[in-house]
């Protein structure tokens, strides 16, 4: 692999990263909205958008 296709690959990686973020944090907001913040799926949304938003600041400390 080259160093334009890693780079390349990281870059799609981010957007990937993000993209999912923008997903989860709309689902959030219809489950908020429908006032359940205390069910399980919203509890899970919640973790898994802690990890995605450390990796997004990962990425963007490095300028990816």
Known sequence: MTNEERLAAYDAFAADVRAELA????????????DKVKSATYRQLFATRITLKDIDRRLSERGL
């Open 23 to 34: 997903e989860l944090v709309d689902r959030m907001d219809e489950l908020r909205a429908k």
